[in-house]
């Protein structure tokens, strides 16, 4: 079926620019040159998609973006004027799906009706009754049912519609990568490649060449061209996840790879055209490190169109059980277990009286070491390794319990400097109810205690390990494991006997210390 456009600019010459271009890419198009002819074709005709200019003779675009957003899914994509990217950000911020600047590039034109006719073609209206391939991905990838995941996979549904960069903000371990590759996978974008990369990973000298790239000869060590982040991420997705760990000067250099949707490698000459979308996230507030002058406050605005705040897992306490039972079968798959563990109640109700400072992640790992620590498949509170609650000050919490009543809101953030609204900006935030955590994860016990391979190292004659007690433990039980394996030519099971540890144990402290699976006699 022919798609069906409405351009909306009062420039003649440009508007049959853009008919010509439509008409060759098989869609037909009508074309207004006001705001209120504009209203006229929209009310009278069923359009797929919209293109228009936000400076008209008789108003502005922002106004025919709010009234299409608000009553049809049809994406609107706006036209600005070089300079105007304030009004592109308000734009994103009342749902327009993109934007493209004057003056206007052909290909890239061409780029956004493409993403435009891909979210037109993946947005059929589904029945109630039936689960549509979306849903599905997002409930087999964001585990949980309560009352604020099903608001979140909602959000997660309407934000890969568009192209605006979206901020995810939340505690350490609550799974902003995870939404992040949803975004992108349920996007028009999905056929593209997703780039994450974790800011505070980069030096700060090898930066700009990481993100953009350099040619060959550019500085001592450049031996060959690269490519940067940008240009690997181009048609898809880039992922800026901790961005508050930018230092400013990247933080000029990205805003305006942003903003020109152009970057230039080290050594080059001439800037190349990217189109990308930008995803970022930071467990830090950056409200506070733009008042402190640590971020950039024109940064902070072009990456933070559509703030998403996540769940930490205290406010979501009734998706303990189903979260837990999914990384214990998780866990089994990776170890290789015979059979999955199970919690006992008692387990589950300990679980969901814990404040989990890091959220999911730290609900992993407590996992993992209950799995190592129980002998059996059936794992029991005191394998969990959480300490002691005071009897008095807490009660206990049943395992299936509605702990949220507050209701997922969207509402505007207030600027950084002056405390007073920002246009340009929406919030999607989610209670959170988390406490201070109590204490740290603590290890498995080592295989060898201690004080004997304090001991051995002092038989030896050895100086003081100079990286420190613990690596000197670790490497210590490194080799001791590998010499067991060796002796039991790979033998996990003899193995772990010869070191007087469980087959469990053994699994765990080989993945911990990077052994490999296959260690055997020479």
């Known amino acids: 079926m022919t798609a069906t456009a409405l351009v909306v600019d009062d420039e003649v010459d440009l508007c049959r620019l853009m008919q010509i271009t439509l008409t060759k890419m098989g869609i037909k198009s009508d074309v207004a040159y006001s705001l209120e002819q504009a209203r006229t074709f929209w009310q009278n005709?069923?359009?797929?998609?919209?293109?228009?200019?936000?400076?008209?003779?008789d108003g502005s675009g922002l106004e025919l973006v709010k009234e299409v957003s608000s009553t049809s899914?049809?994406?609107?994509?706006?036209?600005?004027?070089?300079?105007?990217?304030?009004l592109a950000i308000e734009a994103l911020k009342l749902g327009a799906f993109d934007f493209v600047n004057k003056p206007l590039e052909l290909p890239r034109l061409r780029l956004l009706v493409e993403n435009a006719l891909k979210v037109i073609r993946q947005d059929p209206e589904i029945a109630v009754q039936q689960k549509s391939p979306e849903q599905s991905m997002l409930d087999e990838r964001l585990i949980g049912s309560s009352e604020v995941m099903v608001q979140l996979k909602r959000t997660i549904l309407k934000l890969a519609r568009s192209q605006a960069p979206v901020f995810l903000s939340g505690a350490s371990g609550t799974g902003k990568e995870v939404v992040a590759r949803l975004i992108h996978d349920l996007s028009p974008r999905r056929d593209g490649t997703f780039v994450p990369v974790n800011c505070g990973a980069i030096p700060s000298e090898l930066m700009e060449s990481e993100f953009f790239g350099h040619k060959k000869g550019s500085f001592t060590g450049a031996v060959a061209d690269k490519q940067g982040l940008f240009q690997q991420a181009n048609g898809g997705t880039l992922f800026l996840d901790e961005v508050a760990d930018l230092p400013l000067a990247?933080?000029?250099?990205?805003?305006?790879?942003?903003?020109?949707?152009t970057v230039r490698a080290i050594g080059d000459t001439r800037e190349v055209a990217v189109d990308i979308r930008i995803l970022s996230a930071t467990h830090k507030d950056l409200n506070q490190l733009v008042q402190a002058g640590a971020f950039r406050q024109d940064l902070y605005y072009r990456i933070n169109v559509i703030e998403v705040k996540l769940p930490t897992l205290k406010a979501r306490f009734d998706d303990i059980p189903v979260l837990a039972s999914h990384f214990l079968a998780l866990i089994a798959k990776e170890?290789?277990?015979?059979?999955?563990?199970?919690?006992?109640?008692?387990?589950?109700?300990?679980?969901?009286?814990?404040?989990?400072?890091?959220?999911?992640?730290?609900?992993?790992?407590i996992l993992e070491r209950a799995i190592t620590m129980a002998e059996t498949d059936l794992i029991d509170a005191e394998h969990l390794g959480l300490s002691e609650l005071p009897s008095s000050d807490h009660q206990a919490v049943p395992i299936f319990q509605d702990s949220l009543s507050d209701s997922v809101s969207l509402q505007a953030n207030t600027a950084p400097s002056d405390s007073t609204e920002h246009p340009y900006r929406s919030t999607i935030a989610y209670p959170d109810q988390s406490a201070a955590f109590q204490?740290?994860?603590?290890?498995?016990?080592?295989?060898?205690?201690?004080?004997?391979?304090?001991?051995?190292?002092?038989?030896?004659?050895?100086?003081?390990?100079?990286?420190g007690l613990e690596a000197y433990l670790q490497a210590?039980?490194?080799?001791?494991?590998?010499?067991?394996?060796?002796?039991?030519?790979?033998?996990?099971?003899?193995?772990?006997?010869?070191?007087?540890?469980?087959?469990?144990?053994?699994?765990?402290?080989?993945?911990?210390l990077d052994i490999d699976e296959d260690v055997k006699s020479s």
Not at 45 to 57: A, I, M
Not at 481 to 508: V, W
Request: with cysteine; aromatic share 6%; net charge neutral.
């Open 45 to 57: 005709n069923n359009y797929d998609f919209c293109l228009t200019d936000l400076r008209l003779p």
């Open 73 to 86: 899914s049809a994406p609107i994509a706006v036209i600005t004027a070089h300079g105007s990217m304030d």
């Open 250 to 261: 990247m933080q000029v250099k990205l805003l305006r790879a942003i903003q020109e949707k």
């Open 335 to 365: 170890w290789q277990l015979d059979t999955a563990p199970a919690l006992t109640n008692a387990a589950f109700e300990r679980l969901q009286q814990h404040d989990f400072a890091g959220n999911v992640r730290e609900l992993r790992n």
């Open 439 to 467: 204490q740290p994860l603590e290890e498995p016990p080592l295989i060898m205690p201690e004080a004997e391979l304090a001991d051995l190292a002092v038989q030896a004659g050895e100086d003081l390990p100079q990286k």
């Open 476 to 512: 210590q039980e490194k080799q001791l494991i590998i010499k067991a394996l060796k002796q039991t030519d790979g033998n996990k099971t003899q193995a772990a006997e010869l070191l007087g540890t469980t087959f469990r144990s053994l699994r765990y402290r080989m993945k911990k």
